[in-house]
Nanobody, 124 residues
Framework: QVHLVESGGGSVQAGGSLRLSCAAS????????MGWFRQAPGKEREGVAV????????SYGDSVKGRFTISQDNAKNTVYLQMNSLKPEDTAMYYC?????????????????WGQGTQVTVSS
């Protein structure tokens, strides 16, 4: 079993930055990939970024490429999402997720565990 706790959300003006953190507990073998997803009211869930915990490989959704960076601190069992140049359309609930398999897709495929979410609000 994996438990994920997000933190770092808040309100920021457009152009600003925030860093989200996801503290994970449980077996490392159960979280071979970890990622961030978001969902705005009335919209479908969107994959933001994924990191493969053993290789460090990353992938990003098209809407955040060049602005967001996912990283990990294995000693702290924590994954981060650095968000720069924030836009009002980035406003959403952000969820940390983990998968036990070798692939985490932006559709949610391969995700076994979800956090409770942290709200990010970007004002214009």
């Amino acid at each position: 079993q994996v438990h994920l706790v997000e933190s770092g959300g808040g309100s920021v003006q457009a152009g600003g930055s925030l860093r989200l953190s996801c503290a994970a507990s449980g077996s490392t073998a159960s979280r071979k990939c970890m990622g961030w997803f978001r969902q705005a009211p009335g919209k479908e869930r969107e994959g933001v970024a994924v990191i493969y915990t053993f290789s460090g490989g990353t992938s990003y959704g098209d809407s955040v490429k060049g602005r967001f960076t996912i990283s990990q601190d294995n000693a702290k069992n924590t994954v981060y999402l650095q968000m720069n140049s924030l836009k009002p359309e980035d406003t959403a609930m952000y969820y940390c997720a983990a998968g036990a398999g070798n692939y985490c897709g932006f559709s949610g495929y391969g995700i076994n565990y979800w956090g409770q979410g942290t709200q990010v609000t970007v004002s214009s």
